[in-house]
């Protein structure tokens, strides 16, 4: 699990709500994902999600 935004090197923690992935594991943080990709991933044109937060 990466710990920053792969564009604008946010922190983000392994149960943050505001971290997107795609289905390559492309990590970014809500601001970017929202903002300014629009939801797509910018390395594979996939689809950000809200990451699965780690339990326990
Ligand atoms: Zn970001
Ligand atoms: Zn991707």
Redesign the pocket.
Known sequence: MRPVCERCDAPLAPDSLAARI?????TFCATCADGDLAGS??????E?LTRPRRKG
Not at 41 to 46: L, S
């Open positions: 795609c289905s390559y594991e492309c991933c910018p390395n594979c044109g996939g950000l």
